[in-house]
Nanobody, 125 residues
Framework: QVQLVESGGGSVQAGGSLRLSCVAS????????MGWFRQDPGKEREGVAG???????GYSESVKGRFTISKASAKNTMYLIMHNLTLEDTARYYC???????????????????WGQGTQVTVSS
């Protein structure tokens, strides 16, 4: 079992930046595949960034070039640094982990086993 806790969300003006953190606890001995997802009310939960068991990263087209995913394994922490935020980035952001090994982190929510409670990001004009 893995428990995930996100932090770092908040309100920011368009063009601004935020850094989200996700701290994992529990069975962190495995090289979990991890990702960041976001969801706006009434919309599907979409994958925005993933980092694999061997630190291969991937991004959705909507955030590529603006968001950076990374992890500090020694701290059991994953980060999402978000630059040049737009109104369309407003959503609740979730951290997810997958038990199985992955070379490339999938951005399909059905591939993940564990989820955090989310942290809200609100971008205003």
């Amino acid at each position: 079992q893995v428990q995930l806790v996100e932090s770092g969300g908040g309100s920011v003006q368009a063009g601004g930046s935020l850094r989200l953190s996700c701290v994992a606890s529990g069975d962190t001995s495995r090289r979990h595949c991890m990702g960041w997802f976001r969801q706006d009310p009434g919309k599907e939960r979409e994958g925005v960034a993933g980092i694999s068991s061997v630190n291969v990263v991937g991004y959705s087209e909507s955030v590529k070039g603006r968001f950076t995913i990374s992890k500090a394994s020694a701290k059991n922490t994953m980060y999402l640094i978000m630059h040049n935020l737009t109104l369309e980035d407003t959503a609740r952001y979730y951290c997810a982990a997958r038990s199985a090994y992955c070379y490339r982190a999938p951005l399909d929510r059905d591939e993940y086993d564990y989820w955090g409670q989310g942290t809200q990001v609100t971008v205003s004009s």
